[in-house]
């Protein structure tokens, strides 16, 4: 014989139904909660524990307000103009450019004046072209600056190019004598073969003119803490270039405020912070610089780039 039921009081109210229903709404509820708390922590922003992910230098970060990603570190395909990566070979090129890949590093800058130019389309073969950043720049005042920009296209076999940069401006007032050529960057850009524009600057002058116009997106600005081959009055070069850093900070605070993108450049003094603590120093100072969006670097061999990314992930690891 079967024991008789327990006689359980139930409540007035109760259903078995809606006791499953709320069961479900609870767990879909703190899954959804989970998510956020996870998303929250993405972005740097601290959960009800307070804890906070961690930045490293492979982050796909903001580019400003031009609503483009890229990884926080670069890879700079002109060291010396491009001499010292060509020396060594396309194959090995090509190979350096798969391994900073490979570790995340999104970020590749070039130029048409770097001897890596021809290069760069077979270097980027194979990969996946949606998730790269391509900064590239043109020098001078080129006749047909379409033509010109259309060659960037078809040399790296891409449909367009990211970031392009009006190259190396050191005159006060060249905002007015490079009108036809900026005009040239924002037809491109309606036909969408670019997707951002610019200008890298080697004079205090030509940084300033480029803050002060709303034509820039993009800037491409020297820095480092010992103000080695910086924007200084005048158009310096060599191992005694030398200059005051806080002109050129003041001017990325302008940049930053205006929404501009803001890319940090010869970090390790032009290739000449030989020594391990002088380019800790260095980017130390640019990670501790929130109006700089990412930075870039010179490389010529895959153990540069992963020292660089375990330096940067340490020193972002500790601010």
Known sequence: MLPRPLNVLVPKGFSMKNEVLNRRRFLRNSAVALAGTALLSRWGIPDSFGAVTKRTATDQVALGKTGIQLSRLGIGTGVNSGHDQVRDGKGAFIK??????????????????????????DAIKGLPREKLFIQSKIPDQPDDVLAAIDRHRKTYDTDYIDSL????????????????????????????????????CHTLSALRDAVDSNWTEVHLVRINP?????????????PDASVDVNPVLEQIKTMHAKGHGVIGMK????????????????????MSKPEINAIVIGFTAPPQIDEAISRMNRVLAET
Request: with cysteine; proline share 3%; charged share 30%.
């Open 226 to 238: 010992m103000g080695r081959y910086m924007d200084g009055v005048k158009s310096a070069w060599g």
């Open 267 to 286: 970090i390790f003094g032009n290739g000449d912070f030989r020594n391990p603590d002088d380019r800790e120093k260095s980017i130390r100072f640019a």
């Open 96 to 121: 350096m450019i798969h391994h900073a890949y490979d570790q995340g590093i999104t970020y590749i800058d070039t130029a048409e004046r770097y001897e890596t130019f021809p290069w760069i389309g």
């Open 165 to 200: 940069l009006i190259h190396c401006m050191t005159k006060p007032g060249w905002t007015d004598d490079w009108k036809r050529v900026m005009d040239g960057f924002d037809e491109a850009k309606e036909k969408k073969w670019i997707r951002a524009k610019g200008v890298s």
